[in-house]
């Protein structure tokens, strides 16, 4: 039988193990969050000068908020001359937030776009990552940033099977950065 002594003791112990577990937890994360938030800004900083390798310097330009998620948007230069704008957006996708940056001219024409990370179901909504889906950004403009479900020329052909993904990449993350650039740089 199990005495009021010895339910002191296990919840003792318990209670120990719950408080150095928890101490050990928060050293962990007190001492890998600033090295995560380096690494991230890092792969930023990599994914902006790959999207836009024709820029020798990429300065930000300002901060927006997207779906309550901080964004940012940069001026690209080559030669102290502008050649671009970056946008980083976000789009609700069937699985969560996609976070992407956008590429654009200085007449506010897609030069590419690049999927930063999403949570989109394996085998369908990850398949904005092809080569074949975000091609089609290229040459277009906010006009165009409509998704049909057959082969368009003019507009983005959605995803088989990911409508949600395709139309969150689209309507929402890409066009929305175009807007916000337009807006940025309105009378400039």
């Not at 919840?11 to 600033?34: C, E, K, R």
């Not at 836009?52 to 964004?71: L, N, V």
């Not at 990552?129 to 006009?143: I, N």
Request: proline content about 3%.
């Amino acid at each position: 039988m199990i005495g009021a002594r010895d339910v002191a003791k296990i919840s003792l112990n318990l209670v120990v193990v719950y408080v150095v577990g928890g101490a050990l937890l928060a050293a962990v994360y007190v001492n890998t969050t600033p090295i995560i938030r380096e690494n991230a800004v890092r792969e930023k900083k990599a994914a902006l000068h790959k999207i836009m390798p024709e820029a020798d310097r990429i300065e930000k330009r300002g901060d927006w908020t997207i779906h309550e998620k901080p964004a940012e948007y940069f001026v690209a230069k080559k030669d102290s001359l502008v050649c671009g704008y970056l946008v980083e957006s976000y789009g609700k996708g069937y699985s969560g937030l996609i976070h992407l940056l956008v590429a654009v001219d200085t007449l506010g024409i897609v030069k590419r776009i690049s999927i930063l990370s999403h949570s989109e179901t394996p085998g369908l909504g990850d398949g904005i990552e092809e080569g074949w889906f975000t091609g089609q950004f290229a040459g277009k403009t906010s006009a165009h940033m409509k998704v049909f479900k057959s082969p368009t020329a003019d507009n983005i052909q959605a995803i088989s099977g990911a409508t949600i993904s395709s139309r969150a990449v689209t309507e929402d993350a890409v066009k929305k950065a175009l807007e916000q650039i337009a807006n940025a740089h309105k009378g400039n």
